[in-house]
């Protein structure tokens, strides 16, 4: 069974530092990876999604990597501002509907 | 706008009521999904219909029950619920079930309050 893990489960940071948030993944076989945003109260957005061919995708000062056989992914967040506080949440897609994480609450602190 | 609408958003029930969370997704999708988001525990999968089917029921208690009409609603009926059940409820949508590829879109959710 799946099972998805992200590190730390919380994090804050002063504005402007670079950040990595964790997740790992103990069944390698996987179709794909996503990252999620989730705002308090709100439902979650897509960020970025990896597929398991790939090793990383980018959008704006996101980056995230997949390391498929060693059941790792990061989300790499440069210049950090307290817009980007939210918790993330990783998910992971094999033949079965996403499995997620508990999700990293980051604080971006003014 | 993910495409993906819940209603009502906030919902305060009585246990020996009867409600029910309404789902549309207008992004023309195959897949709908509810997930259970409670505090410090992962999403939880609650079920899953794919071209108005139902292919997963996550060992779901009977009190829940969904109903998919077509491939853009997706219902969750509530009745007799435990304190315990108060979460956030997420409906999600994509385009296909099983394989790679299919990003999900999430509705903002329902939050749901048993008293």
């Known amino acids: 069974k799946q099972e998805v893990t992200q590190i730390p489960a919380a994090l804050s940071v002063p504005e402007g530092e670079n950040l990595v948030l964790n997740c790992s993944f103990t069944?390698?076989?996987?179709?794909?990876l996503q990252w999620f945003r989730q705002d308090p109260g709100k439902g979650l957005t897509s960020l970025l999604l990896?597929?398991?061919?790939?090793r990383e995708q980018t959008s704006g000062r996101l980056n995230a990597s997949l390391d498929k056989s060693s059941g790792r992914s990061t989300l790499y967040i440069a210049a950090s501002q307290p817009g980007d506080s939210a918790t993330y949440l990783c998910?992971?897609?094999?033949?079965?509907?996403?499995?997620f994480g508990k999700g990293t609450r980051l604080s971006v602190i003014a | 706008e993910t495409g993906v609408t819940q209603t009502p958003r906030h919902l305060v029930m009585g246990m020996t009521n009867k409600k029910s969370l309404k789902c549309e997704q207008h992004?023309?999708?195959?897949?709908m999904y509810w997930y259970k988001q409670s505090a410090k525990k992962p999403l939880e999968l609650m079920f899953v219909?794919?071209?108005?089917?139902?292919?997963e029921n996550n060992s779901v208690p009977s009190r829940f029950s969904p109903e998919c009409p077509n491939s853009s609603h997706l219902f969750l009926h509530l009745h007799t619920l435990q304190p315990e059940d108060s979460a956030l409820y997420l409906c999600?949508?994509?385009?296909?079930?099983?394989?790679?590829?299919?990003?999900?879109?999430f509705g903002e959710g329902s939050w749901l309050t048993v008293v």
């Open positions: 990896i597929q398991s061919s790939q």
């Open positions: 992004l023309g999708h195959n897949a």
């Open positions: 998910a992971v897609k094999g033949n079965t509907p996403l499995v």
């Open positions: 219909y794919n071209f108005k089917e139902q292919t």
């Open positions: 999600a949508s994509s385009q296909g079930y099983r394989g790679q590829g299919n990003t999900i879109y």
């Open positions: 069944d390698s076989a996987i179709y794909n």
